[in-house]
């Protein structure tokens, strides 16, 4: 397989590629995937393809940019993970890396999602120098929240957003997160 970039025991992680359409609008189409993430579901694998286009933008211009998971077992699209740099301003923050993560459904619940986040951050941490990163998402999200803090990530505070990104509605409180490299090693 091409690109891969980690290898877990169940998971290849690589870049995002334009064959992966097809796992992405079965991810995005489903409401449930886009319960706290604004609710906008996709409704055509266009949509799909100028994500897709968008994020292998971001690794030529950015360097990094969000990466698939790949079922070995099945060579199934599962999700994807990682990092986006985001110019901000976010929370008084500007040009940061972010971290996050998204399966579809029929993956969740059986520990994937832990599996890749967790090798995907310290491969990021290895091999860009990261210092801080940083990660959203909302306050009802308890399976994601209880992830990040499972990675080390650090609550810090909750906050409403001055300028909307696409999974976000005006006024919905949104938690954000901290995971400092110098703070987490000296430990
Ligand atoms: C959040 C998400 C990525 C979790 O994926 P997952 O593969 O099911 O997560 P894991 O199986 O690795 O579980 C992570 C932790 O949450 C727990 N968990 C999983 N599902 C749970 C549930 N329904 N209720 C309570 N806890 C749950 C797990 O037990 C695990 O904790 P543990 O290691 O202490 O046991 C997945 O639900 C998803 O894609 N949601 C939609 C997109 C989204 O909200 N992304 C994050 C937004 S920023």
Redesign the pocket.
């Known amino acids: 397989m091409m690109h891969i970039l980690i290898e877990t025991p169940r998971l290849y992680i690589r870049e995002l590629l334009p064959e992966d359409e097809k796992g992405m609008f079965e991810m995005d189409s489903d409401p449930e995937?886009?319960?706290?993430?604004g609710g906008k579901y996709s409704t055509s694998i266009d949509q799909e393809r100028a994500y897709i286009n968008n994020v292998r933008q971001q690794y030529i211009d950015n360097g990094i940019g969000r990466w698939a998971m790949i079922e070995k077992s099945t060579n199934e699209f599962v999700?994807w993970t990682g990092f986006k740099l985001l110019h901000g301003p976010i929370n008084n923050h500007s040009n940061f890396h972010d971290f996050?993560?998204?399966?579809a459904?029929r993956?969740?619940?059986?520990?994937?999602?832990?599996?890749a986040?967790y090798a995907s951050l310290h491969y990021g941490i290895a091999n860009f120098g990261f210092k801080k990163i940083y990660?959203?998402?909302?306050v009802d999200?308890?399976?994601?929240r209880?992830?990040l803090e499972?990675l080390g990530f650090k609550f810090i505070e909750i906050f409403e957003y001055n300028t909307q990104p696409y999974?976000r509605n005006p006024n919905e409180p949104t938690t954000w997160y901290e995971y400092d490299v110098k703070r987490i090693n000296n430990k």
């Not at 995937?33 to 993430?37: A, C, I």
């Not at 996050?100 to 399966?103: D, V």
């Not at 993956?107 to 599996?115: D, I, N, R, T």
């Open positions: 995937v886009h319960r706290y993430l999700g996050g993560y998204r399966l459904r993956f969740w619940g059986q520990g994937y999602a832990s599996e986040a990660a959203m998402t909302d999200n308890v399976v994601s209880k992830l499972k999974w």
